[in-house]
């Protein structure tokens, strides 16, 4: 079955600490989007990525960065300069090619910082 | 910039009811919109789309029309299950104008239904 896996589901981070969420897509999409979920705010654009190799910041890139070496794999980094990280991750992929942006969602990290 | 603005929730209604949850957006260019749905603990599903003026999305019973003039994209259904009960997104994408590929999501509305 194709799609889109992320993993861990729950991650616990001490203050202070990076942290690295996996994304892995066999959809074969060219673009991969990282976003953050926070209760009553709706979904916001952390970093995106239309081909391997490029990305650009999203809307709250701060304290957050990224790789594109494989198409298939978008990690995201939680660093330490990142002042409130406990949020739901989404990790999102779309073809990027057609009249529009349909893109398909893994199931999440819920990331807590103790 | 594009902005999506959707009902504050949340709704709660009961088994059967007719639902609408409103949404409006603001975007230069011609943008493609969209309903996700978002069921407890799970990332976001697309439920309907909508690419051009006066579109029609349907499914699973929901259904959504593409309103230029009014720029709006209310989703409705005519009898809610309790299974429905999940938190739902109206977003939209714009690419006409050869902008970044990004998504712009409203922020939620959450829908309960009872027995």
């Known amino acids: 079955d194709g799609g889109i896996t992320q993993s861990p589901k729950y991650l616990f981070r001490k203050e202070g600490q990076n942290v690295t969420l996996s994304c892995e897509q066999n959809l074969n999409h060219d673009a991969m989007y990282w976003y953050r979920q926070d209760p009553g705010q709706g979904l916001r654009l952390i970093y995106y990525s239309q081909i391997v190799n490029d990305f650009q910041k999203g809307d709250i890139a701060e304290g957050y960065s990224v790789s594109r070496e494989k198409k298939e794999s978008f990690p995201l980094t939680v660093t330490s300069a990142q002042k409130n990280p406990t949020a739901f991750y989404l990790c999102a992929s779309s073809a990027d090619r057609g009249p529009y942006n349909e893109q398909f969602f893994g199931p999440g990290t819920r990331l807590t910082v103790l | 910039g594009n902005s999506v603005t959707q009902m504050e929730g949340p709704v709660t209604l009961s088994e059967e009811a007719f639902l609408t949850i409103n949404c409006t957006y603001t975007?230069?260019?011609?943008?493609?919109l969209f309903w996700y749905v978002q069921y407890p603990g799970e990332g976001l599903q697309l439920l309907l789309k909508?690419?051009?003026?006066?579109d029609k999305g349907s499914n699973k019973g929901f259904e959504a029309t593409y309103r230029k003039e009014t720029t709006s994209f209310h989703l409705e259904k005519g009898s809610v299950q309790v299974s429905d009960s999940a938190v739902y997104f109206c977003a939209l994408s714009d690419r006409s104008q050869g902008g970044s590929e990004k998504l712009v999501f409203g922020k939620g509305t959450k829908l309960t239904v009872n027995p």
């Open positions: 909508a690419t051009k003026a006066d």
């Open positions: 975007a230069t260019g011609y943008p493609s």
